[in-house]
């Protein structure tokens, strides 16, 4: 079993790695999906948004059917139903039918997700293992979207934006029958079979209208109706979610999770950062590709430094964390995301990638490879098995939505500082770069305001076993 468990470990994280790399290997095809479908701007945001919305909105629901209906039977549906969309995204040939297709791709997503991470943490007892585990899996996380840019490139470059979808297919096929070799069923943890429905759609909804909401503001206006409107009613749906939870007899999200102080604390933390390194990271490559005029190939290439930095840090990261405990870690990796992203906000319209770019990603990912296994450790530590899948998704939706809210935000930030610029006469590539600034300002203070959850509301766990 102990050779096994690993050899888990490496098809948990490919499924894991298939799914983060869907959210960012598209960013790179959008210019040539908007050729060959005809497509207009607002149908390329919607191929993006739709995945995102449906993966962070029904995570919930995929972790707690994980627990309900067996790890392993969700994730088999999961990796089949992802592969069979990527196949048929690739065959598309309307841009609505990608969006839909995206959509579903994303929900396929969500049952593969927490469904993974709670058999990760099931397969691996509390210690040196699963920190071990859980390093290989933050790398995947953190150095996903980098290497899906990468890859993006070289597929839309050589190959046609069609197999960044149809890569996905190999891969799901041998991930499926190596789980369903080597992957003990898992029964359910509850004898109860009843799925909290209600619960779980006033979830998806608040968090999909919330996402909306901050996704067209810049269109509608931060303080337009349609933009309040939006966001109240959001809000009002999860609240009443939240007393659906706390009065129905077998919950989605059993409310006394968040009485685990690392849990709770962790999850915001994880919103917080996944929020500036998301924005970040789209605005990177906006500014590489339309200031320093560099190829989606060359664009792709760009980012690799980061997920080999994040992948050594995250080897690393895991001794540290059982010697240490994760509060250190969290203080560390955190103060380092803060100043690479703040050496972001210094780009100019004369500025080089080596100058501007290269050195704060360095440290960010160096900070990012520390902190991904360290919040994930916190995150699940303390959590019973019969509510592993509940701990995983909570903190995949706080991934999700987290990198969701981020961008919607820093694209309103950028907007709005391109369009002060520009009315206070500013030319337009001046004032384009007055927006990247002003994204990194705040992608840094979001990083931040995480950086002092990590000193002040983390309490110091040491775990040496």
Do not use: C
Request: aromatic share 10%; net charge positive.
């Amino acid at each position: 079993m102990n050779r096994n468990k690993w050899l888990i470990l490496v098809l948990l994280a490919i499924a894991q790695f298939m799914v983060v790399l869907d959210s960012a290997i598209v960013t790179v095809a959008l210019p040539a999906m908007k050729d060959a479908l005809h497509l207009d701007q607002s149908a390329l945001q919607w191929i993006v948004t739709s995945y995102t919305l449906a993966f962070g909105g029904f995570l919930m629901l995929g972790g707690r059917a994980a627990d309900l209906y067996g790890r392993r039977r969700v994730l088999l549906l999961g990796v089949a139903t992802f592969t069979l969309f990527s196949l048929a995204i690739g065959l598309a040939q309307s841009g609505a039918l990608v969006i839909v297709l995206r959509a579903l791709q994303g929900l396929a997503a969500a049952l593969m997700s927490p469904a993974a991470l709670s058999i990760l943490l099931t397969t691996f007892n509390e210690g040196k293992d699963r920190n071990r585990a859980l390093g290989v899996w933050s790398a995947v996380g953190a150095g996903g979207a980098a290497v899906g840019v990468l890859l993006g490139g070289v597929l839309t470059q050589y190959m046609g934006w069609e197999w960044n979808f149809f890569v996905n297919i190999p891969v799901g096929v041998i991930v499926y029958l190596g789980l369903r070799k080597f992957v003990p069923a898992h029964i359910q943890e509850e004898s109860d079979k009843n799925l909290d429905v209600p619960g779980a759609i006033l979830v998806t909804t608040g968090l999909i209208g919330l996402v909306y909401a901050l996704e067209e503001a810049p269109h509608w206006g931060w303080t337009s109706f349609a933009t309040i409107g939006t966001f109240l009613v959001s809000l009002a749906v999860l609240a009443a979610f939240i007393v659906n939870e706390s009065k129905v007899k077998h919950p989605l999200m059993p409310l006394s999770i968040f009485k685990i102080r690392s849990i709770s604390s962790a999850n915001i933390m994880m919103v917080l950062i996944r929020a500036s390194l998301m924005g970040m990271f789209f605005f990177v490559s906006l500014y590489i590709q339309e200031v320093l005029k560099f190829s989606p190939l060359l664009t792709g290439l760009s980012f690799l430094p980061m997920p080999i930095i994040i992948g050594i840090a995250s080897t690393y990261s895991p001794r540290a964390v059982s010697k240490y405990g994760f509060k250190p870690l969290l203080i560390t990796g955190t103060t380092l995301m803060v100043i690479g992203t703040f050496m972001l906000s210094f780009v100019g319209l004369d500025g080089t990638y080596f100058v501007n770019i290269l050195p704060a990603f360095l440290v960010m990912a160096l900070g990012a490879g520390v902190t991904f296994v360290a919040v994930t450790v916190a995150a699940t530590a303390g959590v019973p098995a019969r509510e592993a899948g509940l701990a995983s998704g909570l903190l995949n939706t706080s991934q999700q939505m987290g990198g969701a809210f981020g961008l919607a935000v820093l694209a309103g930030v950028m907007t709005g500082a391109t369009s002060t610029a520009l009315t206070n006469g500013v030319n337009p590539a001046l004032a384009s770069i007055d927006g990247y600034r002003a994204a990194f300002l705040v992608a840094t203070a979001l990083t931040l305001a995480a950086l002092l959850i990590a000193i002040f509301a983390i309490k110091a766990h040491k775990n040496t076993k």
